[in-house]
């Protein structure tokens, strides 16, 4: 099967439930692994230091799976790659709990990077692959609402089961099995790629700035957002729990409003859309320290903000998909997978920064971020 061409009407209903399926596992394994970890650690008697080496540890191999993803995926596939990878995934999550040695826990999480890019990246391929142009946005729409239950399931996974001895870390294994078997049903069909001709990440940033800043602006703010935004509200004189649930009210509005955005997506211009959208977001979080004074004030926003925060990495998704086809595609995407780690990683430091500063930081880092974004779509025409 060429990566143009489509399965049957009912394969290609069941190849998209697979490609779902995929997506909800890397974020539902990234969200529950990235704290079970760290309070397992923790328990131990483990260093902030030493916690925070074993997370980087995630990051090298997403790192080193970047690099070597795009030959692979010439040579075994895009089926045979993910079912690896969540085999990998499902064995690493159960080997934690299993090896007492804390220092073999260092290249078990390297193993939980290298099959979390895979899903990623192949996941996202997969499911332009399944997409025409009228409907690549709601498509790329669906499959980031996936990616935000997935990590919405984590941590409410870990409310009901504990954090407490294994089974967190079985319910991981069990579900990403589950994926797997789903994947491997004889009548899903996966997309064929060849080898892309470019191997080198600088290509990509040379022809696709705006999509990948559009991935390091994501993961930022994202990241931040999780880490700060409970506490940017409790230092404002909010409740614990009700400063918890605008976490919670920022991805449910991250997972319903992607799909009016993706048909949107498809029936208008999307430079002109992700210029709206992040123009949206950056207003939104300027509103902020005005919203916080009332609850309902601030579930309406963040709930809006949410969505076309989220919207905005939708969008340029679909436009990747518009722009780059077969083995090229992987091979953005595999950069794409690069540059998010690196804005997971700068997000929080940027915005734990900006609130030593102000106490308003979180918001002024959101609304600089996207509105310097919002600035360089309107000023850079190449890849939207």
């Given at each position: 099967m060429s990566d143009t061409a489509l399965p049957p009407a009912s394969g290609h209903l069941l190849s998209r439930a697979a490609v779902i399926a995929t997506a909800m596992t890397f974020g539902l394994t990234y969200s529950l692994s990235a704290a079970l970890i760290a309070l397992d650690l923790a328990e131990r008697g483990m260093s902030e230091a030493l916690i925070g080496t074993n997370a980087a540890m995630h990051a090298v191999g997403v790192l080193a799976t970047a690099v070597v993803l795009p030959r692979l995926v010439g040579v075994f596939g895009v089926r045979g790659l993910i079912l690896s990878s969540l085999v990998l995934a499902a064995a690493t999550m159960m080997a934690f709990p299993l090896i007492p040695l804390v220092w073999l826990w260092f290249p078990l999480r390297f193993f939980l990077?290298?099959?979390s890019e895979a899903l990623f990246v192949l996941s996202e391929t997969w499911i332009n692959s399944l997409s025409t142009e009228q409907t690549r946005a709601r498509a790329m729409a669906a499959y980031t609402a996936a990616l935000s239950v997935g990590f919405a399931l984590g941590p409410l996974i870990l409310s009901i089961v504990g954090t407490g001895?294994?089974?967190g870390?079985?319910?991981g294994s069990v579900l990403a099995l589950v994926a797997a078997c789903f994947v491997a049903s004889p009548r899903i069909t996966a997309p064929k790629f060849e080898e892309p001709s470019h191997a080198s990440p600088l290509h990509y940033m040379r022809i696709a700035p705006i999509a990948l800043s559009a991935t390091v602006l994501n993961a930022a703010i994202e990241a931040a957002g999780l880490s700060f935004l409970a506490i940017y509200a409790i230092n404002l004189g909010w409740p614990e729990t009700d400063a918890t649930r605008l976490i919670t009210c920022m991805m449910v509005g991250a997972i319903l409003l992607q799909l009016p955005i993706g048909w949107l997506g498809d029936t208008m211009n999307r430079r002109t859309l992700v210029i709206a959208l992040a123009t949206i977001a950056a207003a939104g979080a300027l509103l902020w320290p005005f919203a916080l004074g009332s609850f309902w004030a601030s579930y309406t926003l963040l709930f809006v903000w949410g969505g076309?925060?989220?919207g905005i990495y939708t969008i340029m998704l679909t436009v990747v998909g518009s722009r780059f086809k077969g083995g090229e595609l992987v091979g953005i995407y595999?950069?794409?997978g690069l540059t998010w780690g690196g804005g997971?990683?700068?997000g929080p430091l940027a915005a734990g920064l900006a609130m030593q500063v102000f106490v308003h930081g979180l918001?002024?880092?959101?609304?600089?971020?996207?509105?310097?974004f919002a600035l360089a779509v309107l000023l850079l025409k190449r890849d939207t």
């Open positions: 990077g290298a099959a001895g294994a089974t870390y079985m319910v076309a925060f989220v595999a950069v794409m997971a990683l700068i918001a002024y880092f959101c609304a600089f971020a996207l509105g310097a």
